[in-house]
């Protein structure tokens, strides 16, 4: 079997400034705005080469693979989709490259399919069991979530260089565990700045070789965001409940069934869709206009209804077709997001130099997607 | 000789520089491009497996890395020396359409194999297994959740009578303290249904429904069924596997919690609970028979539950928790067709349950005899019944706060084996005091009637009830005229 060497390189062979990465502060940016160049022909794009036909054979065999071991398959089958996509992702004529080990994260696996299956079974028997693993959750969030950014990081590579994120888990204790106390004391008018402080968070611990990520926009372009998606959430609830208003006075149904509730439910839960890709949508420009690397800068250009239109045709199709159109909707969601983001390279890339550090934990990533953490990074 | 064009990354810069690698078919390699040449044995390098069409990466022993779209011919060197087969295999696997088709196919074969037959029978093996403690530790986890509607008003005395009564008849020889705790409650809507630990759950609106005592009987035999087979601990494991099962099939677990992720698990877990009425059901007919209960008294009692709480969902029976009310009563349509409702047919008795709205049971529409085979023991010179226990009726707190007195009229009868059975109300001066002296009368004790022989037998008897708010009132049953 050819595995590629999962160990980073010895950190001896090279002479760089590499031994105390963990401590090593980013360099201040000169003050105020770098100048934005305003030649875009310098800009680069990213590039997706998918298809969906390729990747739907990958995703039903390997499917069917995990399926026939018991679901032992099933990291393996991770890995190749996930290298699928990440190498059919390609950047100044090279590609991404994705290198976790699958016994790493099946072992993962194997801790929280045990974990959940006993939460749900000794939890019904004993209540305690339950909140203490909620509250175990809790407190393990930052640490999961530490963890799996790492490892994600450290197994995606560009140009034989393994992206690095530094575990900071006091930083993750202030951003999980004490902000959202924030938001409850505030009623939730902290939350788009939480949300701007969680992406700053995961944004700015990444590095690539010993370039630093930087992430530095404004808040109030997250409150007319999320102020905006609520409006549209509150709209499309109303409507809801003006139904339910109709039932209850226009035709004297005091006590609705499932079938008669079924409108009102269906636009909640579309009401919800809606708002929360408006939201992904109007913040993924502002985002990575305001991502750099080191000089370097990139620039988005998604369109709001484009993308909305988007995924609601993949959540049509992927209920119509049982979830079989789901390879198809994952690549053209990709395709698009990609042909929203170009690179504009302030200067020679091959200056970004290596750095040695730690490998990421799979339980981390995989407890991590249990959890539903997306950075849609 | 093998040559291939790629991309060079020393993995110390982020450099990337086109070369020219050249497989010797004695095993080295020697790559060469812009200022960079070198040679390495094949055995050194590591190959990463084919995948679609992306590029491929050799992984050089220095940490550098070269990058060469160069399928086809890789895959011939790895080939010549025999490298690389297992990954080829699944290569291969994913490059055929047919294949694909194949797996479409294999994939929703198993899943519904795994979801009608694998998780079911799963289910059932571990609950079997599950001790009876764990049993009563789930229910009362799941009866915490029905105590703020819980009913504990006198209403539930003779409620808990005619249960009781129902439930001897369909487990003869079971002891007392076996019998299901029967819990009642106000939930708006006439339901009944089983928890784990030996638990029912009634609800006073259904009793209210009951017009026939082997209607309870019916609906009792059908959850003594869910008691039977477990049903609430299979259902606890078959969730818990469908959700593992599910998340392994979609990949990964965080989809589920999203808008389209939980559509198939819901699916999936209200096609549970419909294969567990249909056991519980097919439980409830054999109940039934041995008990000498007509079958369709079942079909009866659902058709009633159904117009009164208003379903509407049989034509939508794959999205309801349960089969379709039409479905279910075929399966009782045995037996002799149900008599038409008769004067010699008992009463309805369940009015008397109801406390907070008396207006359902009218003193008039019981005045007339129900109930036939009592005995006259005034003709026939025998003992009438003596009271042993003579509960007080409960005053109803409003009626007392207000100030109102009453009497209410009541006939009944003694069993012969002492027991109160049809309370009826023959007249009375206000309604609200209707179903608390009902509840007293239930759950009054007296030596039976006996002829001159010693025969015990059933006497029907009255009483006035008068509520007074200054002294307690006196009770004195007697025998009817």
């Known amino acids: 079997m050819d595995s590629p060497p999962h160990s980073a390189p010895d950190a001896s062979s090279e002479g760089g400034p590499s031994s105390d990465f963990l401590n090593e502060q980013p360099p201040q940016l000169p003050a105020g705005e770098p100048a934005v160049s305003p030649e875009v022909d310098a800009s680069v794009p990213f590039a997706f080469h ?48 994705y290198r976790a080990d699958p016994v790493r994260l099946l072992i993962g696996n194997l801790i929280v399919a045990l974990f959940f299956l006993g939460y749900g079974i000794f939890g019904a028997v004993y209540p305690p069991v339950r ?42 204790v202030g951003v999980y565990l004490l902000q959202p106390v924030v938001i409850v004391l505030t009623l939730g008018i902290y939350y ?69 509730m079924l409108p009102y439910f269906a636009l909640s839960g579309l009401g919800l869709f809606i708002g929360r890709h408006f939201i992904f949508a109007s913040l993924f420009n502002h985002l990575w206009n305001h991502t750099h690397l080191d000089d370097h800068r990139f620039i988005a250009s998604m369109k709001v209804d484009r993308w909305l239109g988007l995924q609601l045709s993949n959540l049509g199709a992927i209920v119509l077709s049982c979830g079989l159109l789901y390879p198809w909707a994952v690549i053209r969601t990709l395709r698009y997001k990609a042909s929203c983001i170009r690179f504009q390279p302030a200067g020679p890339l091959e200056k970004i130099e290596y750095l040695a550090v730690s490998r990421g934990n799979a339980l981390g990533d995989t407890a991590a997607e249990f959890v539903g953490l997306d950075f849609g990074l | 000789m093998t040559t291939i064009q790629g991309l060079y990354s020393s993995g110390k810069w982020l450099i990337s520089i086109p070369v020219t690698v050249v497989f010797e078919d004695d095993g080295s390699v020697r790559f060469s491009g812009e200022g960079i040449s070198s040679q390495h044995r094949i055995e050194d390098i590591g190959i990463s497996d084919r995948l679609a069409e992306i590029p491929r990466y050799l992984y050089l022993p220095d940490g550098a890395t070269i990058e060469s779209p160069d399928n086809g011919s890789i895959d011939a060197v790895l080939n010549s020396r025999r490298r690389g087969r297992l990954q080829s295999v699944i290569h291969f696997l994913e490059t055929k359409s047919a294949i694909a088709a194949a797996a479409t196919s294999a994939i929703l074969l198993t899943v519904a194999g795994t979801l009608y037959f694998g998780l079911p029978g799963m289910a059932q093996k571990l609950a079997s297994r599950v001790p009876p403690e764990i049993d009563k530790q789930v229910g009362d986890q799941a009866l915490e959740a029905f105590r703020p509607y819980m009913d ?66 019916a609906v009792l035999a059908h959850e003594l069924g869910h008691l039977k087979y477990r049903h609430g601990i299979q259902n606890l494991f078959r969730n818990s596997l469908a959700l593992l099962f599910v998340a392994t099939l979609t990949g990964d677990l965080s989809s589920l919690s999203r808008f389209g992720g939980t559509i198939p698990l819901m699916l999936v877990q209200n096609g549970y ?118 509960t007080q009726p409960v005053y109803p707190p409003e009626l007392q706060a207000a100030g109102i007195e009453g009497e209410v009229n009541l006939s009944f009868i003694v069993e012969v084996d002492g027991s109160v059975s049809n309370p009826v109300v023959v007249s009375s001066n206000n309604e609200g005091f209707n179903a608390s002296a009902i509840a007293a009368v239930s759950s009054w004790r007296f030596f039976p009637g006996r002829l001159r022989d010693g025969k015990p037998v059933r006497v029907r008897m009255a009483v006035p009830i008068k509520f007074t708010t200054s002294e307690p009132p006196s009770i004195r049953p007697q025998p009817e005229k």
């Open chain 1, 50 to 97: 998918g298809t969906a036909r390729e990747y739907f054979r990958i995703w039903i065999v390997n499917t069917l693979l995990s399926l026939l071991t018991c679901g032992i398959f099933f990291a393996w089958a991770k890995v190749r989709k996930r290298r699928y996509l990440r190498g059919s992702t390609e950047l100044l004529g090279n590609r991404f490259d």
């Open chain 1, 131 to 172: 909140y203490g693993t909620i509250a175990l959750i809790i407190l393990c969030l930052p640490w999961i979530v530490v963890r799996s950014l790492a490892f994600n990081a450290h197994n995606t590579v560009y140009r034989g260089m393994r992206f690095r994120y530094k575990p900071s888990l006091a930083g993750a």
């Open chain 1, 192 to 260: 788009p700045a939480w949300v701007r402080a969680r992406q700053k968070f995961a944004v700015e611990n990444h590095r690539l070789g010993d370039a630093y990520f930087r992430f530095d926009p404004p808040g109030s372009n997250f409150y007319a965001a999320y102020l905006l998606g609520g409006l549209i959430l509150g709209g499309i609830t109303a409507i809801g409940a003006f139904y339910l208003f109709g039932l209850r006075f226009g035709l004297k149904i005091t006590r609705p069934d499932l079938l008669q």
């Open chain 2, 152 to 217: 504990n008003s006198v209403a539930t005395i003779q409620a808990r009578r005619r249960v009781q009564t129902q439930l001897r008849r369909l487990l003869p020889g079971v002891s007392d303290v076996d019998l299901p705790r029967i819990i009642f409650c106000r939930l708006g809507t006439a339901n009944a249904f089983a928890l784990p630990g030996n638990n029912i759950v009634i609800s006073m609106e259904f009793l209210n429904l009951v017009k026939h005592e082997d209607e309870l009987a």
């Open chain 2, 273 to 390: 609970s419909r294969s567990f009425e249909r056991e519980a059901d097919r439980h409830a007919l054999s109940a039934m028979i041995a008990a000498e209960i007509p079958p369709r008294r079942f079909s009866s009692i659902l058709a009633r539950m159904e117009k009164t709480n208003g379903n509407t969902f049989n034509a939508l029976s794959h999205v309801s928790t349960h089969p379709s009310v039409e479905e279910r009563a075929a399966l009782f349509d045995v037996g002799d067709p149900l008599p038409e409702p008769a004067p010699g047919v008992d009463p309805p008795p369940a009015s008397a349950a109801n406390a907070t709205s008396p207006r359902t049971y009218p003193a008039t529409r019981f005045s007339s005899r129900q109930n036939t085979h009592t005995t006259q023991l005034d003709a026939n010179g025998g003992v009438q019944p003596v009271p042993l226990a003579l």
